[in-house]
C-alpha cells in the first residue's frame, strides 16, 4: 500500500511521488465529489488526474466566481500545467505568484508547489531547495504539523533521488 500525508477530504500526499492521491474514495466523493463549489470541483479532477475536465472546472469557476485574479484559482492553473507535463509554463505561473507574494504567508506553500513540479521533472537539487526554502518558512510560522512534515518529507524524498541518480550515473 502507498504511504501517504493524510490531508484531509479523503486526499493526500504520496511519499514516493509528492503527488496529490486519493486514500479514501468514500471520503473524496462525498466531500469533493458532492461539493457544488465550483474551486472543488477543479480539485475533484485534478485529483483524478483528468486534466483537460479540470481545466474546464477552473474555466467555469473564473467565469462563476471572483476571477482569474484569485490566488487559489492561479495555483490550480498551475497545478494543472504540471498535471499536464507543461513544467516549464507551471514553474513560470509559480515564479510569478512568488514574486507577488513574497513575505506573505502563502509563500511557503508557493516554494513547497514549484518544488513538487522541479520533483516531477527530476530536478532534484532545485526540488530540495524549494523544500528547504518552504521548510524553513513553515517553521518560522508555526505551520501545521502534517505541513512541516509534508515539506520534510518532499526535501527527505528529492535529496534520496538525487543521491540515487549520481549513484547510477558513477556505475
Same mark, same amino acid.
Request: aromatic share 8%; with cysteine; proline share 4%.
Given at each position: 500500500?502507498?504511504? !501517504?500525508?493524510?490531508?484531509?477530504? /479523503?486526499? &493526500? #500526499?504520496?511519499?514516493?511521488? $509528492? ?9 473524496? *466523493?462525498?466531500?469533493?465529489? %458532492? ?12 485529483? +483524478?488526474?483528468?486534466?483537460? @475536465?479540470?481545466? @474546464?472546472? $477552473?474555466? %467555469?469557476?473564473? @467565469? %462563476? &466566481?471572483? &476571477?482569474?485574479?484569485? !490566488?487559489?484559482?492561479?495555483? +490550480? ?20 505568484? $512568488?514574486? *507577488? ?13 514549484? /518544488?513538487?513540479? !522541479? ?9 530540495? *531547495?524549494?523544500? @528547504? ?19 520534510? #518529507?518532499? +526535501? ?11 549513484? /547510477?550515473?558513477?556505475?
Amino acid at each position: 500500500m502507498e504511504q !501517504f500525508i493524510d490531508t484531509g477530504q /479523503g486526499t &493526500g #500526499v504520496s511519499t514516493s511521488t $509528492l503527488l496529490p492521491m486519493v486514500h479514501d474514495r468514500d471520503e473524496f *466523493e462525498a466531500t469533493l465529489g %458532492k461539493s457544488s463549489d465550483p474551486v472543488d470541483a477543479v480539485v475533484y479532477h485534478l485529483f +483524478l488526474g483528468a486534466m483537460d @475536465k479540470a481545466e @474546464k472546472a $477552473l474555466d %467555469k469557476a473564473i @467565469k %462563476k &466566481g471572483p &476571477g482569474p485574479g484569485n !490566488f487559489r484559482l492561479r495555483t +490550480l492553473a498551475a497545478d494543472i500545467q504540471c498535471g499536464r507535463g507543461d513544467y516549464r509554463q507551471a514553474k513560470a505561473m509559480y515564479r510569478h505568484l $512568488l514574486d *507577488e507574494e513574497s513575505g506573505t504567508a502563502r509563500e511557503a506553500a508557493l516554494h513547497q508547489n514549484l /518544488g513538487r513540479v !522541479f520533483f516531477a521533472e527530476a530536478e532534484y537539487p532545485t526540488a530540495a *531547495e524549494c523544500f @528547504k526554502s518552504a521548510l524553513r518558512l513553515r517553521r518560522r510560522d508555526d505551520a501545521p504539523a502534517g505541513y512541516i512534515r509534508t515539506s520534510e #518529507v518532499a +526535501l527527505r524524498r528529492s535529496e534520496e533521488r538525487y543521491r540515487q541518480t549520481v549513484a /547510477g550515473a558513477a556505475g
